[in-house]
């Protein structure tokens, strides 16, 4: 029952976290899409907006990283197989699934993923996906 509620809430942050995705990633794209009008003649312009045109597709590229997972986690909730662990199929545990909303593996099964494959392509980290938007922000 509670496991219930508090699935009934992480699915409406979830929904709210992809529409603000969905949101800011059109926002790069328009602003990519301006970059060659303001573009002037000067070499270190061109330098600024060749850095700035990385630092947005880098960020871009992470959101839709995590926009990809979100929609995942989504489709999970409307067939019921949420919160289940894609490798053991056991239940994930609350504790992580707030951490990481969009979670596919338990812990362990993500630990052994992560030990065999060598990258953490399973679950993905929400926290440094903040992170990185924060850093990008203030250029
Ligand atoms: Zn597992």
Redesign the pocket.
């Known amino acids: 029952m509670a496991r219930k509620d508090s699935i009934l809430k992480l699915h409406a942050l979830l929904v709210n976290r992809r529409d603000a995705l969905r949101k800011a990633l059109a926002g790069d794209l328009s602003m990519l899409k301006s970059l060659p009008e303001q573009t002037g003649g000067d070499v270190v312009d061109a330098a600024l907006d060749a850095a700035q045109d990385e630092i947005s597709s880098k960020l871009a590229e992470v959101e839709s990283r995590e926009l990809v997972q979100i929609d995942n986690a989504i489709e999970r909730l409307r067939e019921g197989t949420y919160g289940q ?1 894609d ?2 199929n ?1 239940k994930i545990p609350l504790a992580r699934l707030n951490a990481l909303p969009y979670a596919l ?2 812990i ?2 993500q630990r052994a993923a992560e030990s065999g494959i060598g990258n953490g392509a399973v679950g993905g980290d929400w926290g440094q996906a903040l992170a990185d938007s924060e850093v990008s922000s203030e250029i």
């Open positions: 662990c490798i053991c056991g593996t338990c362990d099964c």
